[in-house]
């Protein structure tokens, strides 16, 4: 691969910048300065570094985030968003699937296209758990609601959820879609408020509870194997 490929899809900018970047002496491989934009590297094997920064290339990008409250899933926006808490600099990244701004929890974060499709998807029937904690009593009736699928959201039925009880106002609600606010909507339906709302697994995937709100990490290996396993 060229090296200036491989600069600009690891996050260091257009090719114009990376350009810059050979032209103004910072680029090494195997400790031989780059003078030249089309000089090829092996992503593997070869030792390349940036300002005394050693770079490793992936092709595809697999993040888990503890989302904290009051960062968006967007990409840019006038708000704070949440790859303004991602120091590396990734390229082409964006969110699998959103958390609203005052949602906590579990967010994955790639730059591969089918792995999030497969995940997010609605009729892939992808399990995805929440912590949700509500203002008011929750009733047996209300649980019974929750669980049925027979709720309406934008004129369409949902499918049925799952629902563990903690107590009178805490609840584990388990979905396979992805509405607009959904399981705010949900509790909607009960006459009663959702006050907090964590994601706490994707499918087989569990939030690692060693992450703080903001910090993220790379998935392992046996975690992305059971996110794309069928």
Not at 17 to 38: C, F, G, P, Q, S
Not at 84 to 101: A, C, H, M, Q, S
Not at 115 to 126: C, Q, R, T, V, Y
Request: include cysteine; charged fraction near 35%.
């Amino acid at each position: 691969m060229r090296i200036d490929k491989l600069l600009a899809s690891s996050g260091y900018g257009s090719r114009k910048d990376v350009k810059k970047l050979i032209k103004d002496k910072k680029v090494y491989v195997n400790d031989v300065l780059v003078t030249k934009e089309d000089v090829k590297v092996d992503e593997v094997h070869d030792c390349i570094m940036v300002e005394q920064q050693r770079v490793i290339f992936q092709k595809y990008i697999y993040l888990m985030m503890n989302k904290p409250s009051g960062y968006l899933c967007a990409n840019e926006d006038t708000e704070a968003t949440v790859f303004d808490l991602i120091k590396e600099p990734y390229k082409n990244i964006f969110t699998v699937g959103r958390l609203d701004k005052d949602t906590e929890g579990l967010l994955l974060i790639s730059n591969d296209g089918q792995f999030a499709h497969n995940l997010m998807s609605p009729k892939k029937n992808i399990d995805k758990t929440y912590y949700v904690e509500v203002k008011n009593i929750l009733k047996d009736e209300d649980i019974e609601l929750l669980k049925s699928g027979s709720i309406r959201l934008d004129h369409e039925g949902i499918k049925e959820a799952k629902v563990d009880k903690i107590d009178d106002y805490h609840i584990y609600l388990t979905i396979q879609e992805g509405k607009y606010h959904q399981v705010k909507r949900m509790i909607k339906n009960c006459n009663n408020e959702v006050v907090y709302l964590k994601r706490v697994r994707i499918k087989d995937l569990q939030l690692d509870p060693n992450l703080s709100l903001g910090e993220y990490r790379s998935l392992k290996e046996e975690e992305l194997k059971k996110l794309k396993d069928d």
